[in-house]
């Protein structure tokens, strides 16, 4: 029980977060500047240039008819995977728009929008980090994916492009630019933020003298060991192969003993984005039976 109310509070803390930091950075950078921007924002941006309508009200009337249209094509989990961000999100937005002088943070515009493109990436990273959706066209394009029977990403594609160039119509090619550099900036910081955790290096040996290096990488490094049956592929030998998981301050030690119990090991190592369970995040078992490993 007190797993389930932790991990509904972290959930909810994790979404509130996402959302009042993206309403942040529509307040403080993106409206300010003109700055193009793609999802129901960017309506709302494009019907503010045609219409004296309040940009955090238009986006929560398309969030809310997206989520209904999302609950009638798709069902119920995405209503209330998208529900908690549908509201929030426009309602934040609203709060933030209020704060006075929050529109200048700078007058630089390239500054804004590399501002806006990271924190943008990081607010949205942080709610599909814990399994929420951002509502808005993200339920549009699922909505599409299923009518049309074709791949989601395709419709992300052609949402950010008929929006963007609904904007590009009315802005300067110098605010197009910039919305470019958020965009990129934003897919690039979603991608970090997805998979951020605790960053290792995975060390995979194939040698015929395994036994030996399996062993001082436990005595030695203090480190947890995976041992894999293989078969050579030339001679197709039945051998064992070595795989560890270290972090970069023992990859010279790990080198060195492989060297030196056999230098002409094969040797893999390759960089790891994040890594959890026994010995990482959670406490590491049988670490007492280290030092009587033979």
């Known amino acids: 029980m007190k797993k389930d109310v932790a991990t509904i509070l972290k959930t909810a803390?994790?979404?509130?977060?996402?959302?009042?930091?993206?309403?942040?950075?529509?307040a403080a950078y993106i409206l300010p500047n003109n700055i193009v921007m793609g999802g129901t924002t960017g309506i709302a941006i494009v019907l503010g240039k045609f219409f004296p309508v309040n940009t955090a009200l238009v986006?929560?009337?398309?969030?809310?008819?997206?989520?209904?249209?999302?609950?009638?094509?798709?069902g119920k989990k995405l209503f209330f995977t998208s529900i908690a961000s549908t509201l929030l999100y426009p309602t934040l937005l609203a709060v933030m728009q209020k704060i006075p002088n929050i529109g200048s943070f700078t007058r630089n515009t390239l500054l804004a929008a590399i501002f806006a493109g990271v924190l943008m990436g990081v607010s949205l990273g942080t709610v599909m980090r814990v399994g929420s959706?951002?509502?808005?066209?993200?339920?549009?394009?699922?909505?599409?994916?299923?009518l049309f029977h074709r791949p989601v990403a395709m419709f992300v594609y052609i949402s950010d492009i008929v929006v963007v160039g609904a904007q590009a119509a009315v802005s300067t090619p110098e605010q197009i630019m910039l919305g470019?550099?958020?965009?990129?900036?934003?897919?690039?910081?979603?991608?970090?933020?997805?998979?951020?955790?605790?960053?290792?290096?995975?060390?995979?040996?194939?040698?015929?003298?395994?036994?030996?290096?399996?062993?001082?990488?436990?005595?030695?490094?203090?480190?947890?060991?995976?041992?894999?049956?293989?078969?050579?592929?030339c001679l197709g030998e039945q051998e064992k192969a070595v795989m560890c998981v270290i972090p970069t301050r023992k990859l010279y030690a790990a080198n060195e003993i492989i060297r030196d119990v056999d230098?002409?090991?094969?040797?893999?190592?390759?960089?790891i984005?994040?890594?959890?369970?026994?010995?990482?995040?959670?406490?590491?078992?049988?670490a007492n039976y280290i030092d009587d490993i033979k």
């Open 180 to 233: 470019i550099v958020v965009l990129a900036l934003e897919s690039i910081m979603l991608d970090k933020t997805m998979v951020y955790g605790l960053s290792q290096n995975q060390v995979y040996v194939v040698s015929a003298r395994y036994s030996e290096i399996r062993r001082r990488f436990l005595t030695e490094l203090k480190a947890g060991v995976t041992m894999s049956y293989i078969q050579t592929g």
């Open 263 to 271: 230098p002409d090991a094969f040797v893999t190592i390759t960089k």
């Open 59 to 74: 986006v929560f009337v398309l969030n809310t008819i997206l989520l209904f249209v999302g609950l009638a094509v798709i």
């Open 133 to 146: 959706s951002t509502g808005g066209m993200d339920i549009a394009n699922l909505v599409f994916a299923k």
């Open 13 to 26: 803390a994790a979404i509130l977060f996402g959302n009042a930091l993206l309403a942040f950075v529509v």
């Open 273 to 286: 984005k994040e890594v959890t369970g026994g010995g990482f995040t959670t406490e590491r078992r049988f």
